[in-house]
T-cell receptor, first 111, second 113 residues
Framework: RKEVEQDPGPFNVPEGATVAFNCTYS??????FFWYRQDCRKEPKLLMS???SGNEDGRFTAQLNRASQYISLLIRDSKLSDSATYLC????????????FGTGTRLQVFP | ETGVTQTPRHLVMGMTNKKSLKCEQH?????MYWYKQSAKKPLELMFV???????ENNSVPSRFSPECPNSSHLFLHLHTLQPEDSALYLC????????????FGPGTRLTVT
């Protein structure tokens, strides 16, 4: 089983739509969770950290379900500029600097 | 954005060449990382340095040799590479005492011929 698993997509959605991505992780001792965004041929950029209580940043909402070991990202009112690959990232147990990246979910927003 | 810079941005080298990739971070971070990103694969962690000390070597072949002279600079020395080493090499840095959110440089796109 992969350490971090994501549906590769692509998700093709119209502008204004709401879209959700899920990600599962295998290590129940994982402590920190992130969503990164990567545009084509560019570096990954931190979108948001994911907290146990869930968190929201504008149109983006992240949730963590420790019992089921999954993380979600909800994007409301999609914009053309949201088109990118969204990477689910998990940090391992305590005392590690190691981040484990998923392969990413590709989102394409069309007019 | 100049938080993490990498040079060169593109590199083409033959299998017998020796070259080095350079990374510099201006964020006051204590940890630096090298990642490899190949097509259709997730980012692969190669090396981690924390306060200049290597804390992780993810079974990387010896033809890749990292060097971290201080917390702001990181190098990746390359020699006798193989065509399958062609990839995007990304450097990142973080403050490990603050959630370890990692910030990436633009990467070096390496082609081995």
């Amino acid at each position: 089983r992969k350490e971090v698993e994501q549906d590769p997509g692509p998700f093709n959605v119209p502008e204004g739509a709401t879209v959700a991505f899920n990600c599962t992780y295998s290590n129940s001792a994982s402590q920190s969770f992130f969503w990164y965004r990567q545009d084509c041929r560019k570096e990954p950029k931190l979108l948001m950290s994911v907290y146990s209580s869930g968190n929201e940043d504008g149109r983006f909402t992240a949730q963590l379900n420790r019992a089921s070991q999954y993380i979600s990202l909800l994007i409301r009112d999609s914009k053309l500029s949201d088109s990118a690959t969204y990477l689910c990232v998990v940090m391992g147990s305590y005392n590690t600097d190691k981040l484990i990246f998923g392969t990413g979910t590709r989102l394409q927003v069309f007019p | 954005e100049t938080g993490v810079t990498q040079t060169p941005r593109h590199l083409v080298m033959g299998m017998t060449n020796k070259k080095s990739l350079k990374c510099e971070q201006h964020l006051g971070h204590n940890a630096m990382y090298w990642y490899k990103q190949s097509a259709k694969k997730p980012l692969e962690l190669m090396f981690v340095y924390n306060f200049k000390e290597q804390t992780e070597n993810n079974s990387v072949p010896s033809r890749f040799s990292p060097e971290c002279p201080n917390s702001s600079h990181l190098f990746l020395h390359l020699h006798t590479l193989q065509p399958e080493d062609s990839a995007l090499y990304l450097c990142a840095s973080s403050r490990t005492d603050r959630g370890n959110e990692q910030y990436f440089g633009p990467g070096t796109r390496l082609t081995v011929t």
